[in-house]
């Protein structure tokens, strides 16, 4: 992939005002809440790129294009089932969420039921976050070293630390801002350069139609199992992921929660179906490409002129880095707030809080950089992660909020049992197993439906702000 040393100051240009919004929002750092959810004060503007960014991650770009370079529009599946999480948090916890005064998942599980159900969803969404930012570092790693020629461990360090840097400086502040630019170079890079371009260079849409396999125009055509795999895996857990709901908690109200969230789903499906048709535009154009994820780097470097090549890749890496630094801040955020800051007996200032916090995020971000050079791909943790999530978390949650009946100690035999039956069938299967989360979501509903006619306590609510 040839890189013009123009594109190369673009994306050092780019990679310098991340930084200094870090630097530059340590100002309007006053209190924890400031830190982790900015103040809850986001309107619209920021509420709406912010929450987009943070689900659109490399998987979802580059990922979303390969699917389409290989299957065609059909492709665009993986990233619609995100979209369709996001809507599903939007229409049915939006209303709760905007009067909890909690700062995490886990926190919301101990408040409605007790602190073992907490830690134990503390513990799941810890490595499940963590994970994922692995897989944002790794893929910043791949980004910078096609772009600069580095060797991939200095890239995956150098990725990771400035990611670090912004967060651990400006907390929340400096995600969403930084998440702002990122969600604004992903649409102007992505669907109005990219896309036009591309769809110009094959001779417009029909002329594509024409050239490409007619299964590639089939909505199944990836299959209707790999469909509902990407179902199991995202749907159900982007409703219940820390690092989205740590997001829908900076919203200033609850219109701003509900609404703001819905657009953002419905933005996640524009995304996915523009990546499918670049994917099937790539195919067209650049056939026979040994790696499909290159299609979005390769795709650019041949149509794009001097400087937008670099626009591109930084819209690739902006997607990357808007994920990396969302769930690093969310796993830090549930070490301190859920496994740490409990067990201290006395009162903490939020000046101890905040110190607390940035200390933790440090480690968990270099220890994200440590797992990212040592692996240098994608990781099999993060199908365990996903499983877990959604195989043991769903349903608590779900009871958390509309089931009135179901007690602590259901909740808590639920998330053993439903940990247990997917691990072993991961063990057992594989972890590239759909049956994990399908016996580990009726697991735990079958718990927690057995459990409630055993363990009838008198009904209980969670209680809101």
């Not at 040393?5 to 929002?25: K, N, P, Q």
């Not at 791949?142 to 991939?152: D, E, F, K």
């Not at 007996?345 to 994200?368: H, P, S, W, Y």
Request: charge should be positive; proline fraction near 2%.
């Amino acid at each position: 992939m040839m890189v013009t040393t123009v594109d190369v100051l673009v994306m050092i240009l780019y990679l310098i005002t991340l930084i200094s919004i870090g630097a530059i929002t340590v100002r309007k750092i006053k209190s924890q809440k400031d830190f982790l959810v900015a103040g809850s004060r986001l309107g619209y503007g920021l509420y709406v790129p912010a929450m987009a960014a943070v689900v659109l991650g490399g998987a979802s770009t580059l990922g979303g294009s390969s699917l389409g370079y290989k299957y065609g529009i059909s492709g665009m599946w993986l990233v619609v089932m995100i979209g369709l999480g996001i809507l599903g948090m939007g229409f049915l916890f939006s209303k709760v969420l905007s009067k909890l005064d909690v700062f995490s998942v886990s926190e919301l599980l101990g408040k409605r039921f007790d602190k073992n159900s907490r830690v134990l969803s503390a513990i799941i969404m810890t490595v499940y976050d963590l994970m994922v930012a692995v897989t944002g570092v790794i893929a910043m790693g791949v980004i910078l070293s096609a772009l600069l020629g580095w060797n991939s461990t200095i890239a995956i360090i150098v990725g990771g630390a400035i990611v670090l840097l912004y967060t651990t400086l400006g907390g929340m502040w400096a995600v969403t801002l930084t998440d702002v630019i990122q969600f604004w170079i992903m649409t102007i890079g992505f669907i109005f350069i990219l896309l036009p371009a591309g769809l110009y260079k094959v001779g417009g849409v029909s002329s594509l139609v024409s050239q490409v396999d007619p299964s590639f125009l089939s909505l199944s055509h990836i299959g209707m199992t790999q469909i509902f795999s990407y179902f199991l895996l995202y749907f159900f857990g982007m409703m219940i992921g820390q690092d989205i709901w740590q997001r829908a908690f900076t919203a200033k109200n609850e219109k701003t929660l509900r609404r703001g969230t819905l657009f953002a789903g419905f933005y996640c499906i524009i995304y996915a179906i523009v990546g499918a048709t670049i994917g099937m535009i790539a195919s067209v154009l650049l056939p026979g490409l040994a790696d499909p994820q290159q299609a979005i780097p390769q795709l650019a470097t041949a149509i794009l002129p001097i400087g937008l090549v670099g626009l591109i890749l930084a819209a690739v890496a902006s997607a990357i880095m808007s994920t990396a630094s969302g769930t690093i801040m969310a796993s830090a955020t549930i070490l301190v707030n859920d496994l740490i800051l409990p067990f201290y007996k006395e009162e903490r200032t939020e000046k101890f809080k905040l110190r607390l916090t940035r200390f933790v995020i440090m480690l968990v971000g270099i220890a994200a950089i440590m797992i990212s050079a040592w692996l240098k791909n994608i990781i099999v943790a993060l199908d365990i992660a996903y499983a877990l999530l959604s195989g043991c978390i769903f349903f608590p949650v779900v009871a958390a909020f509309f089931w009135k009946r179901v007690s602590a100690k259901v909740v808590l035999i639920s998330i053993i049992i439903s940990s247990i039956v997917v691990i072993s069938d991961l063990l057992i299967e594989g972890i590239d197993s759909l049956n994990a989360i399908i016996y580990g979501i009726i697991a735990s509903g079958l718990t927690l439906l057995i459990g409630t006619v055993f363990f009838t306590p008198k009904a209980t609510k969670l209680e809101t702000s």
